[in-house]
């Protein structure tokens, strides 16, 4: 018993080191770290240098892995979005999992494929990724946007049907039993009246009790993703199911927002054990005698599942853009598929091989989504210019895209967060003119009297229809150094006497928006709203100063670099 312990804290300990190192060298090469976890369990697992070869200690790490990632999902999720982002996310959810798990388990049996196994090949790629979707949208501050409303929404709907699977799954013998299925619906409806009862009467009286002390606010939110998971595997459930449904317990109640920040430590060491242990799992010679139907099922996930979303979300009316940018970001498997694959393993449902294969499939797809998400707007633009009014209809946005183009010597506002609200206070309501990506903001902002439009100011389209060619000003506070560069370019190009203020995290990428030919770069950590809104009246009165804040960053930066 001792000796199985050590092992699995040797495990541990190493897969942290390993991903540790090599995240370093991928931040170096400024590739995502989330590829760093998966080479250091590919590295250490039996086809590197075999450091991990025990498979229980593999699928237990994954397990348990999961099992965090998928409680810490479930308090980041709120059923609000569900009912905001309404009929098109429910539609696009339903209609895409049933297009693709019919493709899916028509491609398995076209290559001899059991029916079983079928099931479960055509259910492993009709998912997207909640964890992974949701960080890179978080990191991009795009969760208000439309595409990220529309995609929370999509998520949301999808893991449910998940969930739903997964319990009916749960007893799976071949045939289908009344009494089984009957029991599997009699428990799961058990674990969700607790989890409610539970979430209503228990736990806001124990949270706001242990709120004043802060060790046991945290034990007893991990208390609660325990209590789940030991009542879901006696129920016959994944403890995985269990640590999801304790999230959603937690997600209606007021510490929602401080328990997920207090678990914000145990996601990054979860996210490393996880996909470690998943690359641990790749077989490269299951997936060379495989290769066709590996190639295939990525085809659905890369192709297959962009376009059903793409296209349902265009009927809809919501034009090109959004809807291509929702079906790329989709575009990947989800981490529940480790669950499903692991329990028709069990169950003898599917082999060894198809267990293999399913897994490798959707860890590359997950391993490449960040970089379709880098390549979404070059690909929703390029669209953009074939179809302008959307892929089968009129936008249904069209009341939100277009003001009066009649403006002139005006200031264009792009984003309107908190830095974006304190400039526009200072401004007021004159010859302004504001865009941003959250369609309520934009609706609030008129309402308040301002002229403002809906979109995502790195389209050139958008761009296109703001007048900036008679503009006096651009001020952009996107956080987002690509969509900042990408902008200023665009706009100098168009209009090389215009006035442009960028914003960036950075003091690197604020040197370099300035050599590119912005007039002045704020930098949230050195510049509050306040200072922004005192130097833009400045240049606008004619001041220069470019040179005093370059001086100013140069300073900063030498600090920086003296005090590491």
Same mark, same amino acid.
């Given at each position: 018993m001792l000796g199985l312990e050590f092992n699995l804290l040797f495990d541990i300990g190493i897969i942290l080191i390993v991903g540790t190192i090599l995240a370093y060298i991928l931040k170096k090469l400024k590739q995502p770290p989330l590829i760093a976890y998966i080479l250091a369990g590919v590295l250490l697992g039996p086809i590197g240098f075999s450091l991990i070869t025990s498979q229980e200690d593999i699928l237990l790490l994954a397990e348990l892995g999961i099992a965090f990632l998928l409680f810490i999902a479930g308090i980041e999720l709120d059923i609000d979005r569900l009912k905001r982002a309404g009929v098109p996310s429910v539609l696009v959810g339903v209609i895409q999992t049933g297009v693709a798990f019919l493709i899916g388990n028509l491609i398995a049996r076209f290559f001899g494929y059991p029916f079983s196994s079928a099931i479960?090949?055509? /259910?492993?790629?009709?998912f997207s990724s909640t964890m992974i979707?949701?960080?890179?949208? =978080?990191?991009?501050?795009?969760?208000?946007? /439309?595409?990220?409303?529309? =995609?929370?929404?999509?998520?949301?709907?999808?893991?449910?049907?998940?969930?739903?699977?997964?319990?009916?799954?749960?007893?799976?013998?071949?045939?289908?039993?009344?009494?089984?299925?009957?029991q599997i619906v009699v428990n799961g409806a058990g674990l969700v009246a607790i989890a409610i009862v539970m979430s209503k009467y228990i736990l806001p009286k124990a949270l706001e009790f242990a709120a004043d002390t802060r060790e046991i606010f945290f034990l007893a939110s991990v208390t609660t993703c325990f209590f789940f998971i030991g009542l879901a595997s006696a129920l016959g459930f994944s403890i995985a199911i269990g640590g999801f449904i304790a999230g959603l317990a937690l997600a209606t109640h007021p510490y929602n927002v401080e328990i997920s920040a207090r678990m914000d430590s145990l996601k990054d060491f979860f996210t490393v054990i996880?996909?470690? =242990?998943?690359?641990?799992?790749?077989?490269?010679?299951?997936?060379?005698?495989?290769?066709?139907?590996?190639?295939?099922?990525l085809s659905v996930l890369f192709i297959v599942k962009p376009i059903v979303m793409s296209s349902v979300l265009s009927?809809?009316?919501?034009?090109?853009?959004?809807?291509?940018?929702?079906?790329?970001?989709?575009?990947?498997?989800?981490?529940?598929?480790?669950?499903?694959?692991?329990?028709? /393993?069990?169950?003898?449902?599917? *082999?060894?091989?198809?267990?293999?294969?399913?897994? =490798?499939?959707i860890l590359f797809s997950i391993a490449v989504t960040p970089y379709s998400f880098k390549f979404a707007n070059k690909i929703a633009n390029y669209f953009m210019k074939k179809f302008p009014r959307g892929l089968l209809r009129r936008k249904r946005i069209d009341e939100l895209e277009k003001e009066k183009k009649n403006l002139k010597n005006h200031i264009i506002l792009i984003g309107c967060d908190v830095m974006g609200r304190s400039i526009l206070d200072e401004i007021g309501h004159g010859n302004v003119l504001v865009i941003d990506h959250d369609p309520e903001e934009v609706e609030e902002l008129r309402e308040?009297?301002?002229?403002?439009?809906?979109?995502?100011?790195?389209?050139?389209?958008?761009?296109?229809?703001?007048?900036?060619?008679?503009?006096?000003?651009?001020?952009? *506070?996107?956080?987002?150094?690509?969509?900042?560069?990408?902008?200023?370019?665009?706009?100098?190009?168009?209009?090389?006497?215009?006035?442009v203020v960028n914003t960036a995290v950075r003091?690197?990428?604020?040197?370099?928006l300035y050599e590119e030919g912005s007039d002045l770069v704020l930098v949230p *950590?050195?510049?509050?709203?306040?200072?922004?809104?005192?130097?833009?009246?400045?240049? /606008?009165?004619?001041?220069?100063?470019?040179?005093?804040?370059?001086?100013?960053?140069?300073?900063l930066e030498a600090e920086t670099y003296e005090i590491i």
């Open positions: 479960f090949i055509g /259910l492993a790629v009709s979707v949701v960080k890179i949208l =978080s990191e991009r501050k795009k969760l208000n946007s /439309l595409t990220g409303r529309l =995609s929370l929404g999509i998520l949301l709907v999808e893991d449910i049907i998940i969930i739903v699977a997964l319990s009916l799954l749960s007893s799976w013998t071949g045939t289908s039993s009344l009494q089984g299925i009957s996880f996909f470690a =242990s998943l690359g641990m799992q790749l077989y490269p010679h299951v997936i060379v005698k495989e290769i066709w139907l590996v190639i295939s099922l009927y809809l009316g919501y034009g090109t853009r959004v809807p291509i940018k929702t079906g790329i970001g989709l575009a990947q498997g989800s981490e529940f598929v480790f669950i499903l694959a692991s329990q028709g /393993l069990v169950l003898n449902a599917i *082999t060894q091989e198809t267990y293999s294969v399913m897994i =490798s499939v308040e009297g301002y002229k403002a439009i809906y979109g995502e100011a790195d389209c050139e389209m958008i761009i296109s229809e703001l007048n900036v060619e008679k503009a006096k000003m651009v001020v952009e *506070t996107v956080p987002n150094f690509e969509e900042s560069l990408y902008i200023l370019r665009k706009v100098k190009k168009m209009n090389e006497d215009l006035l003091v690197d990428d604020a040197l370099r *950590t050195e510049v509050a709203g306040e200072k922004a809104s005192a130097d833009i009246k400045k240049i /606008l009165k004619g001041k220069n100063l470019k040179e005093k804040e370059i001086q100013n960053l140069k300073q």
